[in-house]
């Protein structure tokens, strides 16, 4: 599995834009790239995948280079609700089993 | 939206006893996994689960620890004889064929 390197904290405004960049210099042709969030005392839910270039759905949007060793969620306008940890995970969607390796994620605090 | 569900919420034990966790599963997902996440640490796998059996184990879960689908809906995980070290958040989740993994809300484990 892909090692994912991540920042440990960061600290945001009500209603700015917040982006987390995750490393992954060796994933491998067929990893995707997914990230998870995760609320105290709840499991990590499932935010957002892609393998290439931008995905975007109802929560955020990923953006992913061309070469694919590194990856920026991004959370437009952030909310007090959104305080949680992020977590950048990276592997073979289709492979049978497939655990996921967790990192130690972004903690995001959003301040009002 | 489909739910992994895990019964009880929170679960308080002695030291030495036998403790069984309950998931439901979202009905049609194939996988099945259990993570635990000691407090301020990562979330780790333990084990996966598929067609009636495990696919997959981690170091952690020794021989103290078994996985069950009893009836083609539950999917437990029983420690035999808790430790102290036992104390985590235990996490359920499922994946379907190609899916993004579903996670309950968690059952907080707490050995005295």
């Known amino acids: ?15 700015q834009e917040v982006n987390i960049t995750c490393s992954h210099n060796n994933i491998a042709t067929n990893d995707y ?7 105290p005392s709840q499991g990590p839910r499932f935010i957002i995948q892609g393998y290439k270039t931008k995905v975007t759905n109802e929560v955020a949007s990923l953006f992913i280079p061309a070469d694919r060793k590194s990856s920026t969620l991004s959370l437009p ?7 949680a940890v992020y977590y950048c995970l990276v592997g073979d969607v289709g492979a049978a089993g497939n655990k996921l390796t967790f990192g130690g994620g972004t903690r995001v605090l959003v301040k009002p | 939206e489909p739910e992994v569900t895990q019964t009880p919420s929170h679960q308080v034990t002695q030291m030495g006893q036998e403790v069984i966790l309950r998931c439901v599963p979202i009905s049609n997902h194939l996988y099945f996994y259990w993570y635990r996440q000691i407090l301020g640490q990562k ?11 495990i696919s997959e184990k981690s170091e952690i879960f020794d021989d103290q620890f078994s996985v069950e689908r ?3 809906s539950n999917f437990t995980l029983k420690i035999r004889s808790t430790k ?3 104390s985590a958040m235990y996490f359920c ?7 993004d993994y579903t996670f309950g809300s968690g059952t907080r484990l707490t050995v005295v």
């Open chain 1, 1 to 15: 599995l892909a090692k994912t390197t991540q920042p440990i904290s960061m600290d945001s405004y009500e209603g």
């Open chain 1, 33 to 39: 790239i997914t990230w998870y969030q995760q609320f």
């Open chain 1, 77 to 83: 306008r952030v909310s007090l609700s959104d305080t």
């Open chain 2, 43 to 53: 979330v780790e796998f333990l084990v996966s689960f598929y067609n009636n059996e």
């Open chain 2, 70 to 72: 009893p009836d083609g």
């Open chain 2, 84 to 86: 102290l070290e036992d």
């Open chain 2, 93 to 99: 989740a499922s994946r379907g064929d190609r899916e």
